[in-house]
């Protein structure tokens, strides 16, 4: 039998010399709440607007290079980002209050942006063609956009014919796709809290795992070239493996994140960073929110998940109006100031009242109504 690549056995040894070299459950000597997440999480939404700005603005293709350009950086950050962060909540929670903390921090908002697609933003786009009373009746229909893509999987991405005649045509809200692959991590998660295996080493078998998936999809072994699911998820658990690790690999001297920032530059400019340049960019995230400066941003009002599901339908309707015309600065800027205010007003009114409910026992009235019943 051929021995495997020198590429996968390194990508291997990382992930398993890790995990054994450490005791599982080692208690930090740092407070893990002192972090920038919540600078680091706004930043990567705005990038990832920015991003968008050249494909959705006809401008050409998005910054950086074409299998992993500013946009894909950007999602990756949030998933190692996500991957440490859900991890902690993992190792402290109940799997039931794990799971109703990540429903209520996902659905409602989400489904609050369906609807102001769905009744506010496509029929005034609608209104510049024809009559509202038809717009019930469009097809695909907006009752369609709301229910289909409830359970955050895009089954219908489009309203009718809205948005005809801009560069990204009929696609209302392009980086919902990513949801989905989000909420499978937390269920993973959820997983090996239900077996009790929530440990570093299981955590960097699955690593080592989602790292091969990533190798088999450059070269389109299991039938298909799209390796965004098992970036992001090699990302995550990346950021899942460096929270059981913190202690050692968050409060190391300068040379570790130095190297991790040579292998992501050399790498991502000329060979080999679906092998190395990736983990190492997982790594420098999780390094740089740690020694960021920027503590109180995101503490108290995370704006980040907002500008993350209403930047692209924002960045729609002003291509349909004709902001591109002004030039791809000046898209930008009321892109953003458009998501910003949705974003602001999504957490004021959606995200954190439902947060609020963190506390409350879902399943409370059920038992309520056995106890009655019995």
Known sequence: M????????????FFCVSALSWQDGQVPTFDVRANSFGFLRLMFAVLVIVSHSWPLGGFGKDPGRLDNNLGIFAVEGFFALSGFLITMSGSRLSIGRFLWHRILRIFPAYWVSLLLVAVVFAPIIWRTMRGLTEYPFASPPPTGFIFLNALLFQNQITIGDTLTGIPAALMWNGPLYTLPMEFACYLLI????????LTARMVAVLAAAAWGWVQLAQIGALGVYDD????????????????????????LKLW??????????????????HIFGIVAFAYLVLWIAYHLPFRAVGRRHDF???????????????????????????????SLAGAAVLAVASWYLIESPALRWKSADPMAWFRKKQTVNA
Do not use: D, H
């Open 190 to 197: 959820a997983v090996l809290m239900a077996g009790r295996v």
């Open 228 to 251: 965004r699911q098992a970036k992001f998820t090699l990302c995550f658990l990346v950021g899942s493996l460096i929270y059981f690790l913190r202690e050692r690999l968050l409060t």
């Open 304 to 334: 980040s998940y907002g500008l993350y599901i209403y930047g692209w339908p924002v960045q729609q309707m002003a291509a349909y109006f004709g902001a591109t015309q002004l030039g791809i600065v000046a898209y930008i800027l009321i």
């Open 2 to 13: 051929n021995e495997p690549p020198s590429s996968l056995r390194a990508g291997w040894g």
């Open 256 to 273: 570790l994140p130095l190297g991790a920032l040579v292998i992501l530059v050399v790498t991502y400019l000329t060979w080999g960073f």
